[in-house]
């Protein structure tokens, strides 16, 4: 007997996002989970807003959202991070939320990507530290 699909594990519904997908799109999203997981192993996947894998630690990190066209990596906290290597190249005018717009054949710079994830692991623990005081 199936789960219902509310009580399916969020990494259950991203490995199925992945595979459906099967595209350069679904790799992408593979490669970025993974990289996820190398800067912050303790980061909590999770599935929201009717079919978006997020990250969380001490709150949202990232999203993973898939488009035609794009693999969008949207940091919940993103204008609030420094971005040395130039990561961010999508929703700059927002005042809160920043993204990466990733497209079939781009590379990704595992480093720099890893960095800005420990970043807003560092910054959401901050939040968080700041409001239990």
């Not at 898939?66 to 990596?73: C, H």
């Not at 906290?77 to 990733?102: C, H, K, V």
Request: charged share 35%; net charge neutral; with cysteine.
């Amino acid at each position: 007997m199936s789960q219902p699909e509310t009580e399916t594990p969020a990494s259950e519904r991203i490995d199925a996002r992945i595979e459906e997908l099967g595209d350069w799109r679904g790799e992408m999203l593979a490669r970025l989970r993974c990289l996820i997981h190398e800067a912050d192993p303790e980061v909590v996947e999770e599935w929201k807003w009717r079919g978006v894998p997020v990250w969380s630690h001490d709150g949202i990190l990232c999203t993973g959202e898939t488009y035609k066209q794009v693999v969008k990596m949207t940091f919940a906290r993103g204008a609030a991070l420094e971005d040395p290597s130039g990561l961010f190249n999508a929703s700059l005018e927002g005042s809160t939320r920043r993204a990466i717009d990733l497209r079939e054949g781009d590379r990704i710079d595992a480093e720099a990507l890893k960095a800005l994830i420990r970043a807003a692991v560092a910054l959401n623990r901050a939040k968080k530290k700041g409001r239990s005081k």
